[in-house]
């Protein structure tokens, strides 16, 4: 088979289940470009001698496996892992894997809405925006802050706007607790100066700093009655790919370095988001910007989701696709 243009590269699926293959099958070739199906990793190796693909959506037990982590562990690859009917503490493992920028954690049906838009993000390259996880003609609120010590009113703005719809004590608490940690995250730790260093990570909390130019914050948010998304973009592009996964990993019940609630950064930061939302997106690039997304699934009733996994995608401008 002759080697695939840029533009015909395939998606390649790797699961050992036929039905979630068809599944993903019929879900993937929304996006109109070839869907490559294989069984099991000797498959998908052989599949890659006609040339990478375009993405390797795989079960998460294969790209666990010591040859999943040595074919599917690289940057070369771009690498989408379905964790479905996991423990919450295998995500500990995949987190550790330090190459995945993919995680999709819901099962089918709400995958299809997960996986559709993150395809289509690495397809289109266009990254930016809570609206792409949306359904059409949503109203979004729009804050932008002047002066740090305004956080907490944008917060309190939010949780009137939840409370008035109605959403319930789960989302409005998930929704507040998210909001204040993105907004401080992206006041206190995104600034750096020309040495890198993070000048304003030890300022008070409360306290007033004027906000012109780079050290402007904006929250974003919306509701479809699917998702409650949040969106807090800072105008330095301080967060990278490694520092997110590691922050990440100490949500997770089992990582060795756990987060803290006594330490202050945005570790800990990024680790309660994650522990409280149901889909975390960055949307990165590098120097200029840093967005982050929190959706919050609000169709479930608390005692669904005690066990629940939250996904992930970290997506850049650089990202290397060719």
Request: contains cysteine.
């Amino acid at each position: 088979m002759a080697a695939a243009t840029r533009d015909e590269r395939p998606i390649l699926v790797v699961h050992p289940d036929r039905k979630t293959q068809r599944t993903l099958h019929r879900i993937l070739g929304g996006t109109f470009r070839p869907v490559v199906l294989a069984d099991d990793l000797a498959a998908a190796e052989a599949r890659l001698g006609d040339g990478p693909p375009f993405l390797v959506v795989i079960d998460h037990q294969l790209v666990l496996a010591e040859a999943g982590r040595r074919i599917f562990g690289g940057r070369d690859t771009p690498c989408l892992v379905l964790l479905q009917d996991a423990e919450p503490e295998e995500l500990a493992s995949v987190l550790g894997l330090g190459s995945l920028s993919y995680l999709l954690a819901n099962p089918m049906p709400l995958l299809a809405e997960e996986l559709s838009v993150t395809v289509h993000k690495l397809l289109r390259r266009q990254i930016f925006g809570l609206e792409k996880y949306l359904t059409w003609g949503i109203e979004v609120r729009q804050r932008s802050l002047d002066d740090a010590d305004q956080r907490r009113a944008l917060v309190d703005d939010l949780a009137a706007d939840v409370h008035g719809a109605g959403l319930g004590p789960r989302v409005l608490a998930a929704a507040t607790l998210i909001a204040d940690e993105l907004l401080s995250n992206a006041l206190f730790n995104a600034p750096v100066d020309d040495s890198g260093t993070r000048h304003h990570q030890d300022d008070a909390r409360g306290a007033s700093r004027q906000l012109g130019g780079r050290d402007q914050v904006t929250l974003r948010y919306a509701c479809d009655a699917r998702y409650l998304a949040i969106e807090v973009e800072d105008r330095f592009g301080s967060l990278d790919r490694r520092t997110i996964l590691r922050c990440l990993s100490k949500a997770t019940g089992r990582a060795p370095d756990k987060v803290s609630m006594q330490t202050r950064g945005a570790g800990i930061g990024l680790a309660t988001v994650y522990g409280s939302c149901n889909h975390l997106v960055f949307n990165l690039e590098p120097g200029q910007r840093t967005q982050v997304i929190a959706l919050i699934d609000v169709r479930f009733r608390p005692a669904e989701l005690i066990n629940a996994v939250c996904s992930f995608g970290i997506f850049s401008t650089e990202e290397r696709r060719s």
